[in-house]
């Protein structure tokens, strides 16, 4: 089991690209997240899935946009990248809910 | 409105002594209450967790209390270990939000040999 994998590791935008990244879980997990970590804040949620075909937002889902086609794939998407996306990104997945299994993370730097 | 806090953003401990990390909240709708722990370049991996009607919850060396009338809820480590050197995340859920967790800041817990 690869649980769940990140792609890509690390990107560098300049304002105004776009890009996705790419989440994937093995382990046949209903819910799906993203989160940004920053500096003294914590991760806070972006957008989330509880199913196939379904999306949420979170408490920060400006600028980003999400899709959930497939079960095992969430996709993260930033339109028109701006500095203040500047971040770690974190993807997770639970069965039930609560206990999340999160991914290695995506380094991502918009100058 | 930061509704998971964590105070203090370091802690340092000698090898062999316990590691008390501390977390309060504000929202009186949170019932399940988790901890993660997260090494530098990896994802945050659960540690333990408690549920609203419980106190306290024991897995191995770690040990989690629940303080509901405070709105408090602290991690034991005993005995701490260098291995256990990480950031420290509380997280908080509420039945009424579903399956979104609430995440303090952190806290970075250095265990010196």
């Known amino acids: 089991n690869a649980g769940v994998t990140q792609t890509p590791k690390f990107r560098v935008l300049k304002t105004g690209q776009s890009m996705t990244l790419l989440c994937a879980q093995d382990?046949?997990?209903?819910?799906m997240y993203w989160y940004r970590q920053d500096p003294g804040m914590g991760l806070r949620l972006i957008h989330y899935?509880?199913?196939?075909?379904?999306?949420a937002k979170g408490e920060v889902p400006d600028g980003y946009n999400v899709s959930r086609l497939k079960k095992q794939n969430f996709l993260l998407g930033l339109e028109s990248a701006a500095p203040s996306q500047t971040s770690v990104y974190f993807c997770?997945?639970?069965?039930?809910?609560?206990?999340?299994?999160f991914g290695p993370g995506t380094r991502l730097t918009v100058t | 409105d930061q509704q998971v806090k964590q105070n203090s953003p370091s802690l340092s401990v000698q090898e062999g002594r316990i590691s008390i990390l501390n977390c309060d909240y504000t929202?009186?709708?949170?019932?399940?209450f988790l901890w993660y722990k997260k090494y530098p370049a990896e994802g945050p991996t659960f540690l333990i967790s408690?549920?609203?009607?419980?106190d306290k919850n024991e897995d191995g060396r770690f040990t989690v209390f629940l303080n509901k009338s405070a709105k408090h809820l602290s991690l034991h480590i005993v005995p701490s270990q260098p291995g256990d050197s990480a950031v420290y995340f509380c997280a908080a859920s509420a039945k009424v939000s579903g399956s979104r967790l609430t995440f303090g800041e952190g806290t970075q817990l250095t265990v010196n040999p």
């Open positions: 899935s509880v199913g196939e075909g379904t999306t």
């Open positions: 997770a997945s639970s069965y039930a809910g609560f206990e999340q299994y």
């Open positions: 929202n009186s709708m949170f019932d399940y």
């Open positions: 382990m046949n997990h209903e819910y």
């Open positions: 408690i549920s609203s009607i419980k």
